[in-house]
């Protein structure tokens, strides 16, 4: 159709009456007077929508797919979140619960020996003085720390305060080359001098050459002069092997120690000695033996009151078949003769 005056006035016109028309009808809401045209044209060209709508949409689902895989990325993340929160959260409650069970051992330990004890946790391995075993702990001189005191834990003796700052201390661990403490043996009160050798048992040499020791005795520590570095009573660990004595004046032993140095986190520093030697008495108490189990066989007695071995395959007084009755003696046979019988 070409341009001219009366092919515009015809599309104002038609544009006007479409205006229109969509006017009526949205101000007719339900009841519009071209509600039947609509649902006639819905009739005629629903089918043709429908057909294209089958052909579009995987494509529209790609699209839509695309678009909406940020927000469900999104939702992958914040749940990935939660699940590490959650996973810490679980893993710091096992480990809140494991340092409670380390805290109430020492406390018990403390209790035992009535030690005075500052507690602290080791916040650092390894300490700028060169000491092969050293941990540094949180707590210093503001808290009443003082150099040359006894460390522990739930478990026994740790070590020794080294070096005292404000606010952290360094101590040596007992299984360093360096350390060295007087111990006395539980019940026989042998003394003797344990020594460090890192990962490996205490050396401890024992002042009668001619001692006896076996493996499984134990050491606590002997105390210093006014009790510093070391107090009395802590327990130090178990004999695991012992050297002939060779007839020499000192006798060496092996203790393994009851601290496990590898995996310290809370320990106590004895801010205050026990009045008295508490000796023996903060060493755990030994497990008790397993009672043995004894069986006793008592031999089941036969109908003729006589024993019957188990392994002959009868069971116990099981009745024989008749002809399987064992036969009887020729005097068990013979009848007794009739009184008014003649002989």
Known sequence: MRDTRESRLLLVLLIAIAFALITVDIRGGQESPVDGARQAAAAAFGPV??????????????????????????????LEQENAALKAKLGSDDRNRNRLRELDAMLKTAGAGQYGIKGAEVIAIGAAQGFSWTVTIDVGARDGIRRDMTVLNGSGLVGRVTTVGPSTSTVLLANDPDFTVGTRMEKSDELGFATGQGDRPLLVQLLNGKAKVKAGDRLVTFGSQADKPFVPGVPVGEVVRVDPSGGGLTRNIYVRPYVGFTKLDIVGVVVQAPRT???????????????????????????????????????????????????????????????????
């Open 277 to 343: 030697d508490p000796r023996d008495m903060v060493l755990p108490q030994k497990p008790k033996p397993a009672p043995t189990v004894t069986v006793t066989v008592t031999p089941t007695p036969t109908p003729t009151g006589g024993t019957q071995d188990r392994n002959d395959g009868q069971k116990p007084n099981q009745a024989l078949p008749p002809g399987d009755q064992p036969a009887q003696k020729p005097e068990e046979t013979q009848q007794p003769q009739d009184q008014g019988e003649t002989p």
């Open 49 to 78: 929508e429908n057909g294209v709508a089958s052909a579009v949409d995987p494509i529209g689902n790609a699209i839509g797919a695309v678009r909406d895989s940020g927000e469900r990325h999104n939702r992958i993340a914040a």
